[in-house]
Structure formats: C-alpha cells, structure tokens
C-alpha cells in the first residue's frame, strides 16, 4: 500500500513514483494489479 500513498502524495513528481516502483520491481505482479483496480 505505500505505492499508492507515494503516488497520492506525489501527483506532480513522478520521478517520485518511478523511483519506487523501480526499486520494488519484484513486487510488481498479478496481485498489484489485483489491489490497484479494487482502488476507486
């Protein structure tokens, strides 16, 4: 759930969210896709 926060928080700084979403790159699978269309 931090991604979603970091994004929420960064709307204007995507560097901010690459950066994450590269060092979490193994976490990147079905289940996130799953928790990210559950998000309104």
């Known amino acids: 759930m931090q991604i979603?926060?970091?994004i929420?928080?960064?709307d204007?700084?995507?560097e901010a969210?690459?950066?994450l979403l590269?060092?979490?790159q193994d976490k990147l699978n079905?289940?996130?896709v799953t928790v990210?269309?559950?998000c309104p």
């Open 8 to 10: 929420s928080n960064n």
């Open 12 to 14: 204007e700084k995507p």
């Open 36 to 38: 990210l269309r559950a």
């Open 22 to 24: 590269e060092y979490n």
């Open 4 to 6: 979603l926060q970091v």
């Open 17 to 19: 969210v690459y950066s």
């Open 30 to 32: 079905e289940d996130l």
